[in-house]
Nanobody, 125 residues
């Protein structure tokens, strides 16, 4: 069983940066494909970014964040990060980290096995 805890959310103005972190425990962190998802009020949870297991040589991004967000992982610290630059009001949402085994379907919400409790990001205009 893997436990995931997100941190780093907050209320910021448009254009600034935030870095989210996701600390994992209870499993072999490097063996999991890790992802970030977000959910705005009244909307479905959507894919943001994912990083392959192991060294994280493969990364995946939603079109809406490509070029602004960067996902990374530090297996020595059992932690994943999401660097968010040039934030926009439409990035406002609760952000969740998630973990899954295997290498396929990094963008699919339903394929993830473990979820954190979420951290709120609010971007004001």
């Amino acid at each position: 069983q893997v436990q995931l805890v997100e941190a780093g959310g907050g209320l910021v103005q448009a254009g600034v940066s935030l870095r989210l972190s996701c600390a994992a425990s209870g499993g072999t962190f490097s063996s999991y494909l890790m992802g970030w998802f977000r959910q705005a009020p009244g909307k479905e949870r959507e894919f943001v970014a994912a990083i392959s297991r192991g060294s994280g040589g493969m990364t995946y991004y939603a079109d809406s964040v490509k070029g602004r967000f960067t996902i990374s992982r530090d297996n020595a610290k059992n932690t994943m990060y999401l660097q968010m630059n040039s934030l926009k009001p439409e990035d406002t949402a609760a952000y969740y980290c998630a973990a899954k085994g295997g290498t396929f379907f990094p963008r699919e919400v339903l394929k993830y096995d473990y979820w954190g409790q979420g951290t709120q990001v609010t971007v004001s205009s």
